[in-house]
Structures are given as structure tokens and as C-alpha cells.
């Protein structure tokens, strides 16, 4: 099952692939990171 990391707290965090066609909503203050997100998953979309 391909897996995409977004990130690692006390564990990773993955999103999987098959649920990238889904609407979902990223939200936060200035500098929190939304725009780094979305390129990470873009790219791992991309691979």
C-alpha cells in the first residue's frame, strides 16, 4: 500500500495514497507550515 509521510511526532504520520482523490481542508496560522505540507504531498503524489 504506498503511503506518503507528512510528518513524525512520537510517531510517523502517513497519508495513504488511495485516499489522495478526497477533498480535505488545510487550515492554520501564518508560518505553520500549510504550504510546506501541500508541497510534500504533491511530490509524493507525483512518485
Known amino acids: 500500500m504506498d503511503r506518503i509521510l507528512l510528518g513524525r511526532g512520537e510517531r510517523p504520520v502517513h ?6 482523490n478526497r477533498h480535505g481542508l488545510v487550515a492554520g496560522a501564518t508560518g505553520t ?5 501541500l508541497l510534500v504531498m504533491a511530490e509524493g503524489f507525483s512518485r
Open 15 to 20: 497519508l495513504l495514497a488511495r485516499y489522495g
Open 33 to 37: 507550515g500549510k504550504t510546506v505540507s
